[in-house]
């Protein structure tokens, strides 16, 4: 599902990785937990040479979240996306409750994710994610693991440059002031970026400007966290399609 920030990020001579999580892609088979995951994120870390930049989306962010604040000397920065819901919120139990359903059938929700992929993404977006496979018996191991996670907290323990990137129509935006205070209490640079007219997937909705954030953030780590702040959004490189998707910011 990285395939094209990849892309880009390689054109601009980048090095990137994209890390399977337990239970997901490559790492199917096995048991998702959340130090698992962890642990995943930190070892594409020390392939990278044992400090990067760490980019998460929906459950890739909660758990970039967490690496964050248990290895800080190890975090460059993070780009958080589609996070921004508390994991203990109410509509976590009626989720829980939902995917128990979905995974309870006999092919495990497939064909219900095929239609709303098929719904929500354009088809080359839907063949990316559908490239590492479906992670269809996970959900509701990950719904139970993350939940022990204090986002808030997480966020006010690290050390390094945090960007929150959510696209407008997301329903997991309920908390992004919260999380941008968090994120900043302890004195350390962060930022807010809203990409509109993109939902919850808005590294697939609007992949040029997803990678634009991404860039901005490499080079803002790559200067150090004080180019964070007054960066504007012209300053950002643009590669890739010649078309870019407009960005809206709450510094």
């Known amino acids: 599902m990285w395939r094209r920030q990849v892309e880009i990020l390689d054109a601009a001579g980048v ?87 979905v995974e309870s059938r006999p092919d495990h929700g497939a064909r219900l994710n095929d239609l709303l992929a098929g719904l929500a993404l354009d088809p080359q977006s839907a063949r990316d994610v559908a490239e590492g496979g479906y992670a269809l018996e996970v959900m509701v191991d990950v719904l139970r693991e993350v939940a022990a996670s204090d986002t808030l907290t997480a966020l006010a323990a690290g050390t390094s440059p945090v960007w929150l990137l959510n696209g407008r129509w997301d329903h997991f935006r309920g908390r992004e002031r919260s999380m941008l205070a968090a994120a ?53 490189p643009t590669l890739g399609p010649r078309r870019r998707e407009p960005l809206s910011s709450a510094r």
């Open 184 to 236: 900043r209490s302890g004195g350390t640079p962060a930022r807010l970026v809203v990409v509109p007219r993109a939902t919850h997937l808005v590294s697939l909705d609007a992949p040029v400007a997803y990678a634009r954030v991404v860039l901005e953030a490499v080079a803002a780590v790559s200067e150090g966290a004080g180019a964070l702040i007054p960066r504007s959004r012209a300053a950002a």
């Open 15 to 101: 090095p990137a990785l994209a890390v399977d999580l337990p239970g997901h892609g490559t790492r199917m088979a096995e048991r998702f937990t959340l130090a698992g995951a962890v642990a995943a994120v930190d070892d594409g870390v020390a392939a990278l040479g044992g400090r990067a930049l760490v980019v998460g989306l929906s459950l890739g962010g909660y758990v970039g979240i967490e690496h964050r604040a248990r290895y800080p000397e190890r975090s460059a920065g993070l780009v958080a996306s589609s996070c921004c819901t508390p994991p203990q919120t109410r509509v976590r139990d009626a989720w829980l409750l939902a995917m128990r359903l």
